[in-house]
């Protein structure tokens, strides 16, 4: 932790700066979560990264996935041009790659030999992964009634699975209080910002196609990959890359959606079961940064119903050959609202990221 470090830590809600650390979560002054701030200003040639080399140690050949045009439901939502950023196609079948690359060679520069961590799957997976690449011991608190091809998934790597009975916000409590007793280095995606800097190369990849984007619909539970999205698009328009930034907009389930609550005001919904499991969170840390990240770029959020995820991640497969788990077309389900509602135009050009493999889960949900 040397002062000659070009990056450091600021709390996300009053800016108060701190060392940056992977040990460290929480500021002291609001008890939020912290973001990283860069010294040198942005170069755009690749997303800066907190990092001492400024790149990865530990890679599997995350990122840099593939851009298709979905052509038959781009018609029969009557958008001129909708493509699907196959973000699934990751090493472990999930955009979360991409943040536990970095998280995972943080943690090795740091020292770390094993830690914990806690997951609705394809987090625990991934960061399994990539501890299992660099010789570290995991241990992964998952909810009990996760999908089995996720929980085999995490148990093949070698990591050790925690399942915990329970909603999602029960695996946390377990896993902080497991970390605490064991003097374990809690390293939460969610709450390490280390992880949502992997995000930002999701921006640049797609800073890099044809033609601009205009909208981006997203799946949010924590919310991630929006805030790491917004981050990397904001480096980029920081270097002079970048003319606009496309709308964010934020999706959630009926079931489970303080997002919505926070963006468009109104009580908060009772939370319900859904089976959008990995956007099924009840009090995501880093709410204040997507609802800004939302409003800064001009998008919105919507809710949607389980039957319209259903229907639409069989759509999706039937019609252009994509299996993507319940979760992930939860975004099809909120586009479709969009276009219905006006807020998303025949002539806009959409993009949707397709953030998770239909081959862990089961089909029923
Ligand atoms: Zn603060």
């Known amino acids: 932790m040397s002062e000659a470090r070009a990056f450091s830590f600021r709390c996300i809600r009053c800016g108060a700066g701190a060392p940056a650390s992977v040990f460290n979560l929480f500021s002291k002054c609001c008890q939020l979560p912290f973001e990283i701030e860069y010294r040198d200003p942005a170069a755009a040639a690749s997303p800066r990264l907190p990092l001492n080399r400024g790149h990865v140690s530990v890679s599997l050949g995350e990122g840099n996935t593939p851009v298709i045009e979905l052509k038959k439901i781009g018609a029969l939502l009557g958008l001129g041009k909708l493509w699907a950023k196959l973000e699934y196609q990751a090493p472990t079948g999930s955009f979360k790659d991409r943040g536990s690359a970095v998280l995972v060679s943080a943690a090795v520069e740091a020292g770390v030999r094993e830690f914990v961590e806690d997951s609705s799957g394809n987090a625990g997976a991934s960061l399994s992964a990539y501890a299992a690449a660099a010789g570290l011991k995991a241990h992964v608190f998952v909810p009990a009634s996760a999908a089995r091809g996720k929980l085999d998934q995490i148990a093949v790597f070698g990591a050790t699975l925690h399942p915990v009975e329970g909603p999602r916000q029960a695996a946390t409590d377990a896993a902080r209080r497991f970390a605490e007793a064991e003097r374990l280095p809690y390293l939460s995606h969610n709450l ?17 196609l044809p033609g601009p984007i205009d909208q981006i619909l997203f799946p949010v539970g924590n919310g991630s990959l929006l805030v790491g999205a917004a981050r990397g698009f904001g480096e980029l328009t920081e270097a002079g890359k970048l003319a606009r930034i496309p709308q964010l907009h934020a999706v959630q389930a009926e079931g489970v959606r303080p997002l919505l609550a926070l963006l468009l005001g109104g009580p908060a919904a009772e939370i319900r079961p859904t089976v959008a499991s990995g956007i099924a969170v009840s009090n995501p840390p880093r709410a204040s940064q997507v609802v800004a990240a939302v409003r800064r770029t001009g998008g919105t959020g919507v809710a949607v119903a389980d039957g319209a995820i259903l ?24 586009l479709e609202q969009l276009v219905r509602n006006g807020h998303i135009g025949p002539s806009d050009r959409v993009l949707l990221p397709i953030t998770g493999s239909g081959l862990k889960e089961p089909l029923g949900g």
């Open 311 to 334: 229907e639409w991640r069989r759509r999706l497969a039937a019609t252009e050959g994509i299996f993507c788990e319940a979760t992930s077309a939860a975004a099809l389900a909120g």
């Open 192 to 208: 390490s910002p280390y992880f949502g800097e992997g995000m930002k190369g999701f921006a640049f990849e797609i800073a890099e």
